[in-house]
């Protein structure tokens, strides 16, 4: 049983380290002039190959459509809506109930602007990606264009595998607010946010039937309350630290995207079910896991020391 509890830990943490980022759009960015007033802002998409990105005129309850946001400003209008060219592909997709539109190898976007003085031009746009097994979730990209400056020219386009020069999405940009001068109110917002998130989890209907084995497990067991406290607490907070850990070490070797890539795995999800059904016949008596005797030691003599 050790052994087979072993294989599958590793299994399991072979497929999280193989769970690569995958970043298969690449953007650029670049303002194409038209006259001494007007310009095009052009926003170009390089699409790694078995890949495709959606057109932005998909009907409501389709994939989410590629969409554009242009901060606001006095120094440019915008002029009519976004053109992309080639022509999007079509097709009936019959898990939507309908006909789609979609780009594959490279698309670009054109949106013309009235210039009223030369200025950088913000905003950011949002895409989704699939191929012929699966999609990854929407991204947002932002973009940054010099129009009507000297010296202003495109951005070039990323390596497969690199994010666009100059662009940053707001994962990446979370991600900052943990590392040196990152601002301590953004990384208070995202301790809030995973607490509240966390705690909406455990209104679920799943979650249910653990609350009165996981109370029993610690009340029966003790005879004083304060040790039964004092053992839920160290339970909790192992928790805590291991999911932690773990997701902090395999975004941090591997990119934000790599726990989605293992959680949406078929094969990752089959091997996590096979694990816990070994620990729940644990739990219902059909055998017992032994721990090794040097941790069993080292537990309760920092349980007496706490006691």
Known sequence: MKKILVLLSFIWFSISVKAQIESPVHWSFSAEKINTQEAF?????DIDSGWHVY??????GGPIPTSFKFDSSTAYQLVDKVLETPKALSGFDKNFNM??????????FKQRIKLNQPTTITGSLEF??????????PTEEEFSIPVGQKGSQ??????????????????????KSYMPGGSASSYLGILIAGFLGGLAAFFMPCIYPMIPLTISFFTKQEVSRRKGIQKAFL??????????????LITF????????????????NLIFFA?????????????????????????????????
């Open 55 to 60: 057109s932005q005129f998909i009907k409501e």
């Open 41 to 45: 802002l052009v926003l170009k998409a």
């Open 253 to 268: 070797f591997f990119g934000s995207s790599a726990l989605n890539e293992a959680a949406s795995s078929a094969t990752f």
């Open 275 to 307: 694990i816990l059904i070994v620990f729940a016949l644990s739990f219902l008596g059909a055998f017992e896991i032994t721990l090794p005797s040097y941790w069993l030691t080292g537990w309760t003599r920092n349980l007496t020391k706490v006691g």
């Open 235 to 248: 339970y909790g907070t192992f928790i805590i630290t291991i999911y932690v850990g773990l997701g902090l």
């Open 128 to 137: 989704m990606v699939c191929n012929d097994h699966k999609c990854l979730p």
């Open 99 to 108: 006909e789609i539109f979609w780009h594959e190898k490279q698309v670009i």
């Open 154 to 175: 495109a951005q070039p386009v990323a390596e497969p595998g690199q994010r666009s020069t100059g662009t940053q999405s707001k994962v990446e940009q979370a991600a």
